[in-house]
């Protein structure tokens, strides 16, 4: 009688465990649900979150996450969902800082995260800065291209600005550069451990024409 009792505990308590463990997911995770899918979980580097996925993989990340929200049925995800598979491709080598993830908001089983990130259309695109602690935290892109590379243009911007606003250390710098005599200047205030350091050249819109 003892014995069984304890056992039930232990099975119980096992039980709560796997129901309260964070369930934070990556690439080639299979999404709960029924619904076809757009996206191969083997294929793309696309992280496919569900209702038990989403909020442990996306909020309090060390990662930001630019998702897609879309429906199986909607005729323009479909033709969106290869340029979106493109532009994932192109930025699979970011994803220590940012990862590319869809769900499938018309698979009822993800009904409750796409009605509390307010999703009414589709596809809906949303960049979680790194550390977003819930659905309010993300920024609505609007008008994405079907071009991978202004794609690209747009996210870009949106990591920008999430190391403005964050200055995160372990990013790479994207400060502008003040004014600088010599090469050897460029290297001043970079930490000794830095082993490779880019200074890309551009022309900001203030005049000033390098940027780390
Ligand atoms: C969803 O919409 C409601 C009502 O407009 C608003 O209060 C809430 O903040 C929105 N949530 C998100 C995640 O945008
Ligand atoms: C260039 O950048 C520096 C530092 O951010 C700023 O103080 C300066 O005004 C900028 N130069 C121009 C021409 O706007």
């Given at each position: ?13 096992l039980?709560l465990t ?17 619904n ?5 979980e ?20 060390d990662t ?6 879309y429906?199986?049925w909607?005729?323009?995800?479909r ?10 491709e192109?930025?699979?080598l ?8 869809v769900?499938n908001?018309?698979?009822?089983y993800?009904k ?10 589709y596809?809906?695109?949303?960049y979680?800065p ?6 309010k935290?993300?920024i609505e ?7 991978p ?14 190391y403005?606003r964050?200055?995160?250390a ?7 550069l ?10 001043t205030g970079?930490p000794?451990t830095?082993?490779?350091y880019a ?10 024409n390098?940027?780390k």
């Open positions: 009688m003892a014995a069984q009792y304890v056992l039930r505990s232990a099975c119980l308590l039980l796997f129901l309260t463990s964070a369930t934070k997911v990556d690439y080639g995770y299979v999404p709960v649900g029924d076809p899918r757009l996206y191969d083997v294929l793309e580097p696309i992280v496919q979150l569900d209702e038990d996925t989403f909020a442990d993989t996306v909020y309090n990340s930001a996450y630019f998702i897609e929200y429906a199986d909607c005729g323009y995800c033709r969106f969902a290869p340029h979106f598979s493109k532009f994932a192109a930025v699979r970011w994803a220590p800082i940012m990862k590319v993830a769900i908001c018309a698979d009822s993800n409750g995260v796409c009605k509390d990130n307010n999703i009414t259309m596809p809906t695109n949303k979680f790194r550390g977003s602690t819930g659905a935290d993300g892109v609007e008008d994405l291209d079907n071009h590379e202004t794609m690209l243009d747009d996210i870009a911007n949106q990591v920008k600005e999430d403005m964050g200055r995160h372990d990013w790479p710098n994207f400060e502008w003040g004014k600088t005599g010599t090469y050897g200047e460029l290297w970079v000794d830095v082993q490779h200074v890309l050249f551009d022309e900001s819109e203030n005049g000033n390098s940027m």
